[in-house]
């Protein structure tokens, strides 16, 4: 079974300062992972996905995240948040013909 | 044009009724799937849908029927609502785990 771990229920930062929000998974297969947020009132945006390759992907809005199998990690890091950043953001895991099993998520916070 | 929409956006009903939420996407997507998110913000899978044929079914209560009358619809009724009914039901579509999934904007459903 696969599962995914969120670390951080929240996290706030002051615009301009780097963010990094934590994922781990646990999966006895090959996964794909993803990163989503979701603003306000709103549905998920794709924000970045690993399927195989590099490890370090990048997303929009300047958003970026490594996968390491060693750690079973896949954290999504931003060098320079803004307030418009602020929103709810979630890791999910899959596997090929799979559903997509989604973390508690983190709510990050940028604050001026 | 909206990629996967979804109505009613928001629904309040008394226990008791039934209701439907109806979900559509043009995207050619094959695959639809229903999604759960609680007040918690935590995101569960209900159902999926592929090609019309019923492929995931989780441990919901059997007041919830979905209803696929072609691949890009996915409807969702619910039997004789209950106050833990209460939640941000999203619909999303995709052609494949490996390329994510798209959502739609949500109901929120509030039972009184």
């Known amino acids: 079974a696969q599962s995914v771990t969120q670390l951080d229920s929240q996290v706030p930062v002051f615009e301009e300062a780097p963010v990094e929000l934590r994922c781990n998974y646990s999966?006895?297969?090959?996964?794909?992972l993803f990163w989503y947020v979701q603003y306000p009132n709103q549905g998920l945006q794709l924000l970045l996905k690993?399927?195989?390759?590099?490890?370090l992907v990048k997303g929009i809005n300047g958003f970026e995240a490594e996968f390491n199998k060693s750690q079973t990690s896949f954290h999504l890091r931003k060098p320079s948040v803004h307030i418009s950043d602020t929103a709810e953001y979630f890791c999910?895991?899959?596997?090929?013909?799979?559903?997509?099993?989604f973390g508690q998520g983190t709510e990050l916070s940028v604050k001026p | 044009d909206t990629a996967v929409s979804q109505t009613p956006k928001y629904l309040v009903t008394q226990m008791g009724n039934d209701k439907s939420i109806k979900c559509e996407q043009n995207?050619?997507?094959?695959?639809m799937y229903w999604y759960k998110q609680d007040s918690k913000k935590f995101l569960k899978i209900m159902f999926s849908?592929?090609?019309?044929?019923?492929?995931i079914n989780e441990t919901v209560p059997n007041r919830f029927s979905p209803k696929s009358p072609d691949k890009a619809h996915l409807n969702l009724h619910i039997n004789s609502l209950e106050l833990g009914d209460s939640a941000v039901y999203f619909c999303a579509s995709s052609s494949g785990t490996t390329y994510g999934y798209t959502f739609g904007s949500g109901t929120r459903l509030t039972v009184v």
């Open positions: 999966s006895s297969v090959s996964v794909y």
């Open positions: 849908y592929n090609n019309k044929e019923l492929i």
């Open positions: 995207l050619g997507h094959d695959t």
């Open positions: 999910a895991v899959g596997n090929q013909g799979g559903k997509l099993i």
């Open positions: 690993y399927l195989s390759g590099s490890t």
